[in-house]
């Protein structure tokens, strides 16, 4: 079946380090992908998305490329911030029957320090 | 426009007893979703509804699960009796239909059975 495979975390980074959380996923057809970001105390939300293969979602200074060739969606931002520290779920999501769920990964939480 | 909303946001039970979660979507979403999180684990689906009927129950652990979503509008997931490893988190999202790729979380519900 469908599945996501996100790295561990913890992730402990200074304010201004460079962040990259792997993503790797499993699919039958061409499914949509997703990033969504759970601060302390707060729900999911979605933090980006791409639809197609070599689409890059952003948002927030956040990236992740839709690479079908190595079925991957990396989440990559340039400078994190202390604000940014929270969990993040890589997901998955494949159109059937004109709905879809979502497949989420573990879940790599990460801690910015200043 | 109010976002998806979840109640309780903590319950504290002991096993065998009865608990009750709401979930009321966001106005005009006809799409449901229950997902819950076990133990920093991933978040895995438990159910779909489109409007009151349940298109998707697969990911359900049991029978001591219920969820109902009479009328269309809010739905209830009511576990009896509960056991220890239905502790969690639990999550509902909406989305509408033509646009259903993308789901909104509420802030979900952490249920800890004693």
């Known amino acids: 079946g469908d599945s996501v495979t996100q790295m561990e975390g913890p992730v402990t980074l200074s304010e201004e380090a460079f962040l990259t959380i792997n993503c790797t996923y499993t699919?039958?057809?061409?499914?949509?992908l997703f990033w969504y970001v759970q601060y302390p105390g707060e729900g999911l939300q979605l933090l980006l998305k791409?639809?197609?293969?070599?689409d890059k979602g952003s948002n927030k200074g956040f990236e992740a490329t839709y690479r079908k060739e190595t079925t991957s969606f990396h989440l990559e931002k340039g400078s994190v911030q202390v604000s940014d520290s929270a969990v993040y779920f890589c997901?998955?999501?494949?159109?059937?029957?004109?709905?879809?769920?979502?497949?989420f990964g573990a879940g790599t939480r990460l801690a910015v320090h200043p | 426009e109010a976002g998806v909303t979840q109640f309780p946001s903590h319950s504290v039970i002991e096993k065998g007893q009865t608990v009750t979660l709401r979930c009321d979507p966001i106005?005009?979403?006809?799409?449901l979703y229950w997902y819950r999180r076990v133990m920093g684990k991933e978040i895995k689906f438990l159910l779909h509804?489109?409007?009151?009927?349940?298109?998707?129950e697969s990911g359900m652990p049991n029978n001591r699960f219920l969820a109902e979503r009479t009328g269309g509008t809010y739905s209830t997931l009511k576990v009896q009796p509960a056991e220890l490893e239905d502790s969690g988190v639990y999550f509902c999202?909406?989305?509408?239909?033509?646009?259903?790729?993308?789901?909104?979380f509420g802030p979900g519900t952490r249920l800890t059975v004693t």
């Open positions: 999202a909406s989305s509408q239909v033509l646009t259903g790729n993308e789901q909104y």
């Open positions: 699919a039958t057809g061409y499914p949509s």
């Open positions: 791409a639809t197609k293969a070599d």
């Open positions: 997901a998955l999501s494949s159109l059937r029957g004109g709905y879809n769920k979502l497949i």
């Open positions: 106005s005009g979403h006809d799409n």
């Open positions: 509804f489109v409007k009151e009927s349940k298109q998707d």
